[in-house]
């Protein structure tokens, strides 16, 4: 029983996997958001598993958001992945607490809204100017890019002309809100 859903999980991975790198989507395409999002949770699942409780509030009717669907995952898996690590750092030092990942999708004024929330320990505030800048990282050398938020900013403000804000509270966590507008612009696709 436990070799079938392993390999259950597996297929399920590899599944998410092959959608998820889906090369070649050079337009737009109307998008389940919902849909992605929980490919990517999959994906994801060891970065969080151990760190974190993952918990989903998804608004059910929400439309087909005009996205570039590979890009956007990987918007999302950054933001996963960030979030597990916030919680890691922040429980160092007790690592049997568990944190908590919410992800919430809302439609709000003629675009979806994802926010993506973690019980780190925030960001602390002489540095939230600087935390969409390339290569700025606060992980140890070795372990962080600085590549992770700055290509997710770029995807969703300059490619997706959508917004990406964030809220944090040092010692209580971050959440980052992805506003991804309805209206697809035709010059988007070229």
Not at 54 to 64: A, G, N, V, Y
Not at 79 to 96: K, P
Not at 108 to 137: M, S, V, W, Y
């Amino acid at each position: 029983e436990h070799s079938l859903k392993g390999v259950e999980r597996i297929a399920k991975i590899v599944q998410a996997m092959k959608i998820f790198a889906h090369p070649g989507m050079v337009a737009k395409e109307p998008v389940d958001i919902n849909k992605e999002i929980e490919k990517t949770i999959t994906i994801t699942r060891n970065e969080w598993k151990y760190v974190a409780d993952l918990k989903t509030d998804f608004e059910e009717s929400l439309p087909p958001i005009p996205c570039f669907r590979a890009e956007f995952n990987q918007v999302i898996l950054n933001m996963i992945v960030n979030a597990a690590h916030a919680i890691a750092e922040a429980n160092r030092d007790n690592q049997s607490q568990r944190g908590t990942i919410h992800i919430r999708t809302i439609w709000e004024g003629n675009q979806a809204k994802i926010c993506i929330g973690d019980t780190g320990a925030g960001i602390p505030e002489e540095i939230r100017h600087k935390i969409f800048d390339l290569f700025f990282t606060t992980k140890e050398p070795g372990k962080g890019t600085g590549q992770g938020l700055a290509i997710s900013h770029s995807v969703i403000v300059e490619k997706h002309k959508g917004t990406l804000t964030l809220e944090t509270q040092e010692g209580k966590g971050t959440t980052f809100t992805i506003g991804l507008p309805m209206e697809a612009d035709p010059a988007d696709n070229e």
